[in-house]
């Protein structure tokens, strides 16, 4: 096979032309990425860097530009995103892990500091598995349990995993939370042992908002990960209904919220037995988790 060596920058910046033309600011970082791909590499690669490429691999680069110019976001062309510190595989049936939710990462490690505690988490509609995941690779004596609807999604988290060495702290747990009785079968599954910790970022936006999203969301992210019902809170009062019989006492739940719900999700928790302990903010200054406690 011929290589031909060839400055990124020269390589890209007629691609990166096209890309902004269409609106996408994130057009040289979206370039970069997607050769990175195209040549097979872990690490970013740079502007500034000479690099050898294939026909092969100048081929593949082209295609999955046009991809990108069809409107298909970054992540679901490699199916891979980065969050916390670990890149995420995704597939159809999980939501892309979106950077606010660190958020809930941040504060969990705030109120447990003590990395080597040995807890017991649920992740309540897992995903990729991104924050149980990052949970797990912070807290090594830990064990979280990830609970989706989702059988595709599970299995996602499963190799997510296996890629991040954590199967054998993990587990996974197929069932709706619409289903009046969930905590029930959860509590036979886990042997009657209740969770220290429960971590959410439930469906929030409300169902009439889902066709006003960016293309790239409505089109790309599963409806079941993003629709909230009619007033976005659905998730919030079937999980909330269920949810003190399954966290110890002095136990801690941690729920991301979507723009202006803390009032609403608030008082539907207080209604189910919890107390709200502290609301956090994401990067953009907007109430993002909010921590309640078992009353
Ligand atoms: C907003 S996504 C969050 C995914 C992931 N935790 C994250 O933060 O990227 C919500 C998740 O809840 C799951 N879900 C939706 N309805 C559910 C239900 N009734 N029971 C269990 N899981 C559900 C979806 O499949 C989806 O994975």
Redesign the pocket.
């Known amino acids: 096979m011929t290589y031909k060596n060839i400055d990124v920058y020269n390589l890209i910046k007629p691609e990166i032309l096209k890309l902004r033309k269409i609106g996408i600011d994130t057009a040289n970082l979206d370039c970069r990425l997607l050769l990175s791909e195209s040549l097979d590499r872990y690490e970013t690669i740079y502007n500034h860097q000479n690099i050898y490429i294939s026909e092969k691999e100048m081929k593949k680069f082209k295609n999955l530009i046009q991809q990108r110019l069809s409107g298909k976001p970054v992540s679901r062309i490699i199916n891979k995103r980065s969050f916390w510190k670990k890149e995420f595989e995704l597939n159809d049936?999980?939501?892309?892990?979106?950077s606010d939710?660190e958020t809930l990462i941040e504060t969990v490690i705030e109120c447990y500091p003590e990395k080597l505690e040995c807890l017991k988490i649920i992740?309540?509609?897992?995903?990729?598995?991104?924050?149980g995941l990052s949970l797990l690779g912070e807290y090594p004596c830990s064990k979280v349990s990830f609970?989706?609807?989702?059988k595709k999604?599970l299995e996602m988290v499963k190799t997510n995993a296996q890629n991040f060495d954590l199967l054998e702290r993990s587990k996974y747990i197929n069932?709706?939370?619409?289903f009046r009785d969930w905590h029930k079968k959860l509590l036979k599954i886990e042997n009657n042992m209740k969770y220290d910790i429960a971590i959410?970022?439930?469906?929030?936006i409300p169902t009439k908002d889902i066709k006003i999203l960016t293309k790239e969301v409505k089109k790309y992210d599963?409806f079941?990960?993003?629709n909230g019902g009619k007033d976005g809170l659905d998730?919030y009062r079937?999980i909330f209904f269920n949810l003190s019989n399954i966290i110890k006492s002095n136990g801690k739940v941690f729920f991301?919220i979507g723009k202006g719900q803390e009032n609403d999700v608030t008082k539907i928790a207080i209604k189910h037995g919890l107390f709200p302990k502290e609301y956090k903010k994401d990067l953009s200054g907007v109430t993002r988790v909010i921590i309640f406690g078992i009353k």
């Open positions: 049936a999980t939501l892309d892990p979106r939710s992740d309540l509609g897992s995903g990729t598995g991104c924050l609970f989706d609807t989702s999604s069932l709706d939370w619409n959410s970022n439930p469906p929030y599963p079941i990960a993003l998730s079937s991301e």
